[in-house]
């Protein structure tokens, strides 16, 4: 099992930054894939960035170039770097896992296992 927690979000204003963290416990694991996404009420989860314990990053083009993922392992923090931020990415921000799985379902659009409660962004 893995606990995920968010944290770092808040009220920003366009072009501004914010860096998510997303604190994860539990069984530590040699094979796994973080990643983050966001929802708005009334819209399809988007996912946004992944990395896999090899350090592979992949993003999605909403976000390419403006965010970056990360990962510190010795603290188990995942963040995400926010810059360049736009209204259309208010939302509310989650960070997500899983493990034992196919490195090549690690992405923005693939399935995982663990969620966080999220964290809210407002860009304005």
């Known amino acids: 099992h893995v606990q995920l927690v968010e944290s770092g979000g808040g009220s920003v204003q366009a072009g501004g930054s914010l860096r998510l963290s997303c604190a994860a416990s539990?069984?530590?694991?040699?094979?796994?894939?973080m990643g983050w996404f966001r929802q708005v009420p009334g819209k399809e989860r988007e996912g946004l960035a992944t990395i896999d314990s090899r350090g592979i990053t992949a993003y999605a083009d909403s976000v390419k170039g403006r965010f970056t993922i990360s990962k510190d392992n010795v603290k188990n923090i995942l963040y995400l770097q926010m810059n360049s931020l736009k209204p259309e990415d208010t939302a509310t921000y989650y960070c997500?896992?899983?493990?034992?799985?196919?490195?090549?379902?690690?992405?923005?659009?693939?399935?995982?296992?663990?969620w966080g409660r999220g964290t809210q962004v407002t860009v304005s």
């Open positions: 997500a896992a899983k493990v034992a799985m196919t490195y090549e379902d690690c992405n923005p659009t693939g399935t995982f296992s663990y």
């Open positions: 539990g069984r530590t694991y040699s094979k796994w894939c």
